[in-house]
């Protein structure tokens, strides 16, 4: 089942944000954000390109995190 939306982002702080790449030091995620920045990193992979971050979205093929 691919989600739209983040699970921790929901399920810690009970919000409901849409799944998007998003960048840190260590590379391209997904997760989500807000206004005020960042809430949840989803994904337990990093990609090297926005690109490869996009596409595993748009593909569903990574890894939900399951805990923050």
């Not at 399920?11 to 998007?20: G, M």
């Not at 390109?49 to 593909?59: E, F, G, I, N, S």
């Amino acid at each position: 089942m691919i989600h739209t939306f983040g699970l921790l982002a929901q399920q810690y702080c009970n919000i409901e944000l849409p799944l998007q790449v998003l960048k840190s030091n260590a590379g391209f995620y997904i997760g989500t954000a807000d206004d005020a920045g960042p809430c949840s990193r989803e994904s337990v992979e990093y990609f090297t390109t926005q690109a490869k971050a996009q596409q595993a979205l748009d593909d569903g093929a990574w890894t939900q995190k399951e805990t923050p």
